[in-house]
């Protein structure tokens, strides 16, 4: 079914809920728009800034007036830990749509294709619940409002510490090497750990430490994203399995380190942080085109017969976006299953 057909099916969530369609016929932007619980609402497929499809949720607000004119248009939402929306994307649109977009690698009309009129409501219910307490200002927008004030001083702070890094690199070139050291992080092993935390990972947390004082901290999008892929997925005991843990980005990345470890529950393991000339290559993935590199490996050995569910960990990154904006972001990655067999007589010999 094509994603109209897919929306269609959920008419009766809305009062009188009316077709939208999109101005260009070729793309597929479909939504439907009406009345949910005596609020303006809408959900569907629509276009984003970067020409890609996006599917969105929205519920109408009353306008913010405290919002600065460049958040006008665009106000990302931070909530404090552990709420529901804490890993959503959720963000005022136009001053008066609170908005939560929906970041999936799979097609629109697979996503509606999934859903229920219940799966639906349940969405738009919290959105509303969300809207009530900032239409009665039990919800503060002011975190949201003082972490862009603090991006654009950072920023500038960037701008400033790239001019100063290429005097001191002009000295450098002439005189003594130096080294950087993030947040005066020392201890822990470099390049590699066994069983022991490794100094980027030391890194990754004070950084990450820093951007949550700052609330500086976002949800993962659809423009930058962790893959990690195993060499095998069936090993026999004392065998080896190695991870591959690979950024991929649409933005200019740094990944500090992995400041959650994961889970290896019956793994010895061992990280590798990765060569620091690991190149970076351009590839194509949904129409878009991702810069991808390698953020470093875990080489794990079992210790038991059996399915063995692992959890790959986090890594901490920060990007720049094209509008210059600077992103914290944790990105993480789906439990994987490891099967591991009984050593074969001929593997022991």
């Not at 908005?99 to 629109?108: A, G, I, K, N, Q």
């Amino acid at each position: 079914m094509s994603v109209r057909d897919e929306i269609l099916k959920y008419q009766g969530v809305l009062v009188d809920a009316k077709p939208i369609f999109g101005q260009d016929p070729r793309a597929e932007e479909f939504s439907l728009a009406g009345k949910f619980k005596n609020r303006a609402a809408a959900f569907g497929v629509r276009k984003a800034k970067d020409g890609t499809l996006e599917i969105f949720y929205r519920v109408a607000i009353r306008p913010v007036v405290e919002l600065p004119p460049a958040l006008q248009k665009d106000c990302p939402v931070i909530f404090p830990e552990g709420p529901e929306f804490a890993d959503a994307d959720v963000r005022i649109v136009e001053n008066h749509w609170l908005t939560e977009r929906v970041m999936e690698e799979r097609r629109p009309e697979d996503h509606f294709s999934t859903q229920t009129e219940t799966s639906i409501t349940e969405r738009l219910t919290t959105l509303s619940r969300l809207a009530s307490r900032m239409d009665t200002g039990d919800f503060s927008l002011q975190p949201s409002i003082e972490a862009h004030v603090k991006t654009n001083i950072r920023q500038f702070t960037w701008v400033l510490s790239g001019c100063f890094a290429v005097l001191v690199l002009a000295v450098v070139a002439v005189s003594v090497p130096f080294f950087f050291k993030p947040l005066g992080i020392s201890g822990g092993k470099e390049g590699s750990s066994a069983n022991s935390t490794l100094r980027s990972t030391r890194i990754a947390r004070a950084q990450a430490e820093l951007a949550r004082s700052q609330r500086n901290i976002i949800p993962p999008g659809s423009n930058v994203f962790l893959m990690v892929t195993p060499d095998k997925t069936t090993v026999p005991v004392g065998g080896k399995v190695t991870l591959l843990y690979e950024l991929l980005t649409r933005y200019s990345a740094k990944c500090w380190g992995f400041n959650n470890e994961g889970k290896f529950q019956h793994f010895q393991v061992e990280r590798r942080d990765p060569a620091p000339d690991t190149p970076r290559v351009v590839v194509p993935m949904n129409g878009k085109k991702f810069l991808k590199f390698s953020v470093g490996t875990a080489t794990l050995v079992p210790q038991r017969v059996g399915e063995q569910l692992i959890y790959p960990g986090t890594a901490f990154v920060s990007a720049r976006a094209e509008s210059g904006q600077i992103l914290d972001v944790y990105l993480t990655t789906k439990p994987m299953a490891i099967d591991v067999v009984a050593e074969s007589a001929q593997e022991r010999k």
